[in-house]
T-cell receptor
Framework: GQNIDQPTEMTATEGAIVQINCTYQ??????LFWYQQHAGEAPTFLSY????GLEEKGRFSSFLSRSKGYSYLLLKELQMKDSASYLC????????????FGKGTRLSVIA | IAGITQAPTSQILAAGRRMTLRCTQD?????MYWYRQDLGLGLRLIHY???????GKGEVPDGYSVSRANTDDFPLTLASAVPSQTSVYFC?????????????FGPGTRLTVL
């Protein structure tokens, strides 16, 4: 079966750094996505990791460890507009569905 | 049209009725997807299409059908709606034929089945 775990909610302070974790157990692995979704809006793409390591894109970085079934999204210099849900999704090689999303982590940035 | 659009924005439907949710993209993307999003369950893939003329089943395909007659359109049909299909439905598209591409999402359709 497919299982993706993320914390349900997190709170962080404006200007700080926050790390959102995602662990997965899936039947095969092809890559991992991170999406951002503001309340009442559609998801928007943040990153896609296939190989182990850290990929940086501005204030956002994404890390993957395939051997540990683990990824994290790192947000630096937090801004109020970063308050949103962050969705982890795994692309699998086989199974009933090719793409499985976690339930998302709702991040609240406070002053 | 710019990007990906969905219609209707919202709909209230009686159980047992047939309903088609429309999705159109003007980016000439190869792949298209339908998701439903429910509180506490996250996004779940219903059906997808790698390219015009092909479709595939996602995680929760039962009760839904799709067709991909051309590149731009990917309608989702509920043949006989049930209350458990009350949800927010998102359509998405991506440039390549594989699912390992950035997906662009439409604004969503909020469907209520009574």
């Amino acid at each position: 079966g497919q299982n993706i775990d993320q914390p349900t909610e997190m709170t962080a302070t404006e200007g700080a750094i926050v790390q959102i974790n995602c662990t997965y157990q899936t039947s095969g692995f092809n890559g991992l996505f991170w999406y951002q979704q503001h309340a009442g809006e559609a998801p928007t793409f943040l990153s896609y990791n296939v190989l182990d390591g850290l990929e940086e894109k501005g204030r956002f970085s994404s890390f993957l460890s395939r051997s540990k079934g683990y990824s994290y999204l790192l947000l630096k210099e937090l801004q109020m507009k970063d308050s949103a849900s962050y969705l982890c999704a795994v692309l699998v090689i086989s199974g009933n569905t090719p793409l499985v999303f976690g339930k998302g982590t709702r991040l609240s940035v406070i002053a | 049209i710019a990007g990906i659009t969905q219609a209707p924005t919202s709909q209230i439907l009686a159980a047992g009725r047939r309903m088609t949710l429309r999705c159109t993209q003007d980016m000439r993307h190869n792949a298209m997807y339908w998701y439903r999003q429910d509180l506490g369950l996250g996004l779940r893939l219903i059906h997808y299409s790698n390219t015009a003329g092909t479709t595939g089943k996602g995680e929760v395909p039962d009760g839904y059908s799709v067709s991909r007659a051309n590149t731009d359109d990917f309608p989702l049909t509920l043949a006989s709606a049930v209350p458990s299909q009350t949800s927010v439905y998102f359509c998405a598209s991506s440039e390549g034929e594989g699912l390992d591409n950035e997906q662009f999402f439409g604004p969503g359709t909020r469907l209520t089945v009574l």
